[in-house]
């Protein structure tokens, strides 16, 4: 199937091609619109209904007429002259944000953006007085936006409503301050927005410059780069669209790590076809391109499949995950995987079709042997010192490894920022509970058909009050009909960190329990409640992910490599560099920068990523690998050719996807993610498929393919045996 697939593409390359640049072009186009329809606003409704804080938001929602959507911003106004607030002070201010709520906020747009690509956010914000300070240094309003704090547009809102709430207070002899998520979200991406631009921008001149370097070309170069945003463009609208159609809903942060997933893969994949077409060439100079890139997809697309399906079978396992923001990640990636997959298939042989030898112009390499480098030096190393090499690559492995003795799993959402929005909180937790700015509020519900008061819910609230770590207990606050409540807990902590999660999932939650009043429900709810949710929810998605992942990517191995100990071999040598680059996090991060511990995520974003990912690189070598056993002559050689042929597009394609992660440490709060995948890929690439698996293959011989050895035939080779250099090395 898969070659009359690249067959049909190279017989109507035309075609093929044009149909992909009206699908790419036209889908990512409409592809912010598609995407924001099927996108999540709230964390805490990826929550399953049984969580007390998921519980928490729904009666917020049906009780209180909060919306689902609606995002909290505190702006802090206090006198410039740095006086206390009088009466009169205070009367303006009201007077001020009352005008604020009545104004509408138009979300500013870029002059050459059509009005129809990008959601309309502009909204009329709802203010209202919150607290005064104590001292009378500064008073909070309370400002609620709806949508999500990541999404752009209405970052744009916020920042249009600050601008404005700034100069109308200025005008009134007032300084102000912002704080809340929002706010923070908003002041961080400001404060890295150029170092976003130009790590995306050192990305793609990397993959520029890397395939100048290998290939001496220019349409090598940039091609595929081309043809990658083109099916990524694709696979947004087919994401966009089985979301819609599944009744999917996306967290705001996944097209960002699709296009980061899909740009790394989809380089690796068409870097894969271009070395062997190269080498095709130049073992037959004399056959027509059409034919060679028919020939060579054909073969290629059999290693690109299987390693694809790995991806897509690692990351389909979050299906059966219990957090909603993994169960919607996983199937988001595998569409977008397997739409790489057809376009890898399909487009890119048409493409080798059109252009063949002019592919590598203005090089002259296929006309003359390449000279003897250092992948023939390597692969013939590998060959003669297979034991060294194993025993070299374990201990660098363990070693790093080692470093998870004491791991931790950090749940913060950060710390230690210095944007605007962190100095208006630490200014606020001066005079007022860390608190205020995100309260954690109880709900409760009457469970017996009767009604609510004040004083039936005053033991609740006095017991609240006496836990320590509470600062404040607002007041009692009565629903329309009188049968819900909620009292809004303004803890000491921060709202966004690890003691303030800590402290809601265990003495708040205990005093609600003890003081609730009999024939009533009650449920904590706010951010640091519904993330300590997320942390059980995603403890248990961890037992439950990672073994299914590995039984099928196993499966796939099985079905692929037609051996039972080959398999094995490779899910033990990714495991193995799964937990050294976990341990390497763990050493930096937690031992060596004193962090609270490891994200809470890494674990299962390294499983998904460095072990799917990194399977791709121990599939190409090991296809190459029972390739060339196939050709008379020992084991030993069969290994060394199989080293000096792959292992340049290896170790580019590693250069690249481990650059790809790398651009993810722009992005705040990624920067553990970003070296722990950065790592994991050039491990995976570097030590794994080019030492420890050719190592294992050299030792075993073919024995590796137990219990169907591939047996010497007397054919030809397909490759170039004179040669002993795959291609000059870079």
């Known amino acids: 199937m898969i070659r009359a697939l690249t067959g049909f593409s190279t017989r109507n390359a035309w075609k093929v091609i044009a149909l992909w640049a009206v699908l790419g072009i036209g889908l990512g186009v409409l592809g912010p619109v598609l995407i924001g329809r099927v996108t999540q606003s709230q964390t805490g409704d990826f929550l399953p209904r049984s969580y007390d804080s998921a519980a928490a938001l729904r009666i917020a929602e049906e009780e209180f007429g909060v919306k689902p959507d609606a995002t909290t911003v505190t702006v802090l106004v206090a006198r410039t002259d740095g006086k206390a607030l009088t009466a009169a002070d205070q009367q303006r201010i009201e007077a001020e944000a009352a005008k604020l709520g009545e104004r509408r906020v138009v979300m500013p747009r870029k002059e050459d953006e059509p009005a129809f690509l990008v959601p309309d956010r502009s909204q009329t914000p709802r203010v209202v007085p919150a607290m005064t300070a104590p001292d009378r240094s500064f008073e909070l309003l309370s400002v609620e936006l709806t949508g999500n704090a990541v999404d752009e547009g209405v970052q744009d809102v916020y920042r249009a409503f600050r601008d404005s709430a700034r100069a109308q207070f200025a005008d009134a002899g007032m300084r102000t301050g912002f704080t809340g998520g929002l706010a923070e979200a908003a002041d961080t991406a400001d404060a890295n927005r150029t170092a976003t631009m130009v790590g995306g921008a050192l990305v793609t001149g990397l993959i520029i410059l890397l395939n100048v370097l290998v290939f001496r070309s220019v349409l090598a170069a940039v091609l595929p780069l081309l043809a990658v945003t083109m099916i990524g463009g694709v696979a947004t609208g087919a994401v966009a669209g089985t979301a819609a159609l599944t009744g999917l809903e996306l967290d705001a942060s996944t097209p960002g790590l699709i296009n980061v997933v899909l740009l790394g893969i989809g380089i690796d994949y068409l870097l894969f076809l271009l070395f062997r077409f190269r080498e095709h060439l130049r073992a037959r100079p004399d056959q027509p391109a059409r034919a060679a890139a028919a020939q060579v997809s054909g073969r290629v697309g059999t290693a690109i499949t299987s390693a694809a399906l790995t991806i897509v079978a690692a990351f389909a396992t979050l299906g059966v995950a219990t957090f909603g923001q993994f169960r919607s990640l996983g199937p988001a990636i595998a569409v977008a995987v397997l739409v790489m997959l057809l376009g890898s298939l399909t487009l890119m042989p048409a493409l080798l079709a059109v252009c063949g030898r002019k592919m590598f112009w203005p090089s002259r390499s296929l006309r003359r042997e390449p000279r003897e480098g250092f992948a023939a030096r390597y692969g013939a190393l590998v060959a003669r010192r297979p034991l060294a090499l194993l025993l070299a690559s374990v201990a660098l492995l363990g070693a790093l490894a080692a470093g998870m003795t004491g791991i931790r799993m950090d749940y913060g959402l950060g710390g230690g920022s210095t944007t605007p929005a962190a100095a208006t909180a630490a200014e606020i937790s001066r005079s007022l509970p860390a608190g205020v700015s995100d309260p954690t509020s109880v709900y409760i519900t009457a469970d017996d058909g009767g009604t609510l008061d004040?004083?039936?819910?005053?033991?609740?609230?006095?017991?609240?009050?006496?836990?320590?770590?509470?600062?404040?207990?607002?007041?009692?606050?009565?629903?329309?009909?009188?049968?819900?409540?909620?009292?809004?807990?303004?803890?000491?902590?921060?709202?966004?960190?690890?003691?303030?999660?800590?402290?809601?999932?265990?003495?708040?939650?205990?005093?609600?329990?003890?003081?609730?009043?009999?024939?009533?429900?009650?449920?904590?709810?706010?951010?640091?409640?519904?993330?300590?949710?997320?942390?059980?929810?995603?403890?248990?998605?961890l037992a439950i992910v990672f073994p299914v992942a590995a039984a099928l990517i196993g499966l796939i191995l099985l079905l692929l490599l037609r051996s039972l100990l080959a398999p094995l071999v490779l899910m033990l040598s990714v495991g193995l560099g799964f937990a050294a680059t976990l341990g390497a996090a763990t050493l930096l991060f937690q031992h060596l920068l004193d962090e609270p511990g490891v994200s809470f995520t890494l674990p299962l974003v390294l499983f998904l990523f460095v072990v799917a990912l990194g399977t791709d690189y121990n599939i190409l070598i090991t296809d190459r690998i029972r390739e060339e056993m196939h050709h008379p002559g020992p084991a030993r050689a069969a290994v060394a050719r199989a080293v000096r042929h792959t292992t340049p597009a290896i170790a580019t394609a590693g250069l690249v996807l481990a650059g790809s992660f790398a651009s993810l440490a722009t992005t705040p709060g990624s920067e553990q993610i970003a070296f722990a995948l950065t790592l994991g890929i050039l491990l995976s690439a570097v030590v794994l498929s080019l030492a420890l698996v050719p190592a294992l293959a050299t030792l075993l011989g073919r024995s590796l393919w137990w219990p169907l050895r591939p047996t010497p035939t007397p054919a030809a080779p397909t490759h170039t045996p004179a040669p002993t250099h795959y291609a000059p090395t870079p």
């Open 454 to 541: 004040r004083a039936r819910l005053d033991g609740l609230s006095r017991g609240l009050a006496g836990v320590e770590g509470v600062g404040q207990v607002g007041g009692i606050v009565l629903n329309e009909n009188h049968r819900a409540a909620r009292i809004d807990v303004y803890l000491t902590a921060d709202p966004q960190s690890q003691r303030a999660r800590d402290l809601a999932s265990g003495p708040v939650r205990a005093a609600v329990a003890a003081h609730k009043p009999s024939g009533t429900s009650a449920h904590v709810g706010g951010t640091a409640a519904i993330f300590a949710d997320i942390s059980a929810a995603v403890d248990h998605d």
